[in-house]
Nanobody, 123 residues
Framework: VQLQASGGGLVQAGGSLRLSCASS????????VGWFRQAPGKEREFVAT????????SYADSVKGRFTISRDNAKNTVYLQMNSLKPEDTAVYYC?????????????????WGQGTLVTVSS
């Protein structure tokens, strides 16, 4: 079962968006979940991960201090709060189960991602 991201849209630089990632309990139970993004014509980029308990998080340097990942296991939902958005944050954002070490930021550790959500930040 794949994870589905939603909540993207068009926002001006400096604005905020909150992305949501819905899944089944079986898919994310006892698993870390994370976000990665892909801008047009660019490679995929790690964004953030969160442990099953929510007690451990990791962020790419490019979003640290601006983005916050969180999860509500009762709702089987993971969130990505994005503040102080920049044009370079424009990308399709995907959420996925993360099987690697939380701090590694390895793109190869992502699995079960579904359709992403487009975030466009205008200058």
């Amino acid at each position: 079962v794949q994870l589905q991201a939603s909540g993207g849209g068009l926002v001006q630089a400096g604005g905020s968006l909150r992305l949501s990632c819905a899944s089944s309990r079986r898919t994310t139970s006892n698993n870390a979940v994370g976000w990665f993004r892909q801008a047009p014509g660019k490679e995929r980029e790690f964004v953030a991960t969160i442990s099953w308990s929510g007690g451990t998080t990791s962020y790419a340097d490019s979003v640290k201090g601006r983005f916050t990942i969180s999860r509500d296991n009762a709702k089987n939902t993971v969130y990505l709060q994005m503040n102080s958005l920049k044009p370079e944050d424009t990308a399709v954002y995907y959420c996925a189960v993360y099987y690697g070490s939380i701090g590694s930021g390895s793109l190869r550790s992502f699995s079960k991602w579904g359709q992403g959500t487009l975030v466009t930040v205008s200058s």
